[in-house]
């Protein structure tokens, strides 16, 4: 079976005035099926670019990029949205949630589009599974942060993507309550089969991962495969 994501020799730059800026340089790496992945670096290490290339929502200057099986370098735009509507979750810091729909609406959103048999039955039992089971007729702005991010990680897995992306999921989040939020998100992967790979500045959050991938000036100067604790993450 091929990995989630494979990526040959890719390269990533940009044009500033005069001078191209390299944000990847020349990276190649691959995450096998289900693995839970951190990837940390300081600021302008490349790891967001890295995250946008995963999704389809942005091109290598050089190089190969394959998620799960598809060679999105190559695809149109609206095969790689297509794609994403299908293959991809994704988890963001700002949590990104719809103000004026419920916590069920945004999550059966997704489902809509995809015209799920379901949609609201199926939002209601991922509600349920991140632990908002009765607080699916709450507006985002009753909700605290640490639940509006588990609305987002129960909207991402609505339509049961293969690969999850997270950037910075944790990020506006407290310590105990982003520990909770991963712990979710790694019970939701670990049921699904999801890959998962997250974008984090925080090394507690970093360390209760699978690997760990460390980005440095757009290269990979780490990859830490050893798993430093179980995934009880709240204390």
Not at 5 to 18: A, C, E, T, Y
Not at 148 to 172: C, H, K, W, Y
């Amino acid at each position: 079976m091929s990995p989630a994501i494979s990526l040959r020799n890719v390269s990533r730059r940009f044009r500033s005035g005069d001078a191209d800026i390299t944000v990847l340089d020349a990276v190649s790496l691959e995450i096998e099926r289900g693995e839970l992945v951190a990837i940390i670096g300081p600021s302008g290490s490349g790891k967001s670019t890295l995250l946008a290339l995963l999704a389809g929502l942005d091109r290598p200057t050089t190089g190969e990029v394959w998620v799960d099986g598809e060679p999105l370098h190559t695809r149109s735009e609206d095969e790689l949205a297509r794609w994403r509507r299908g293959a991809l979750g994704f988890v963001f810091q700002s949590f990104q949630l719809l103000d004026h729909f419920t916590a069920r609406e945004n999550v059966q959103f997704p489902l809509e589009l995809l015209d799920a048999a379901d949609p609201v039955g199926t939002a209601d039992v991922l509600l349920e599974a991140v632990g908002l089971g009765k607080r699916g007729h709450h507006y985002p702005r009753q909700l605290s942060g640490g639940e509006q991010q588990r609305v987002a990680v129960a909207r991402a897995f609505a339509a049961s993507p293969r690969i999850l992306l997270a950037d910075e999921p944790t990020g506006n989040l407290d310590g105990a309550t982003g520990a909770r939020v991963l712990e979710t998100m790694d019970e939701l992967r670990r049921k699904s089969g999801a890959t998962l790979i997250l974008v984090t500045h925080d090394p507690a959050i970093a360390a209760r991962a699978d690997r760990r991938l460390t980005l440095r000036d757009g290269r990979i100067v780490s990859d830490e495969r050893e798993r430093v604790s179980a995934v009880g993450l709240a204390p």
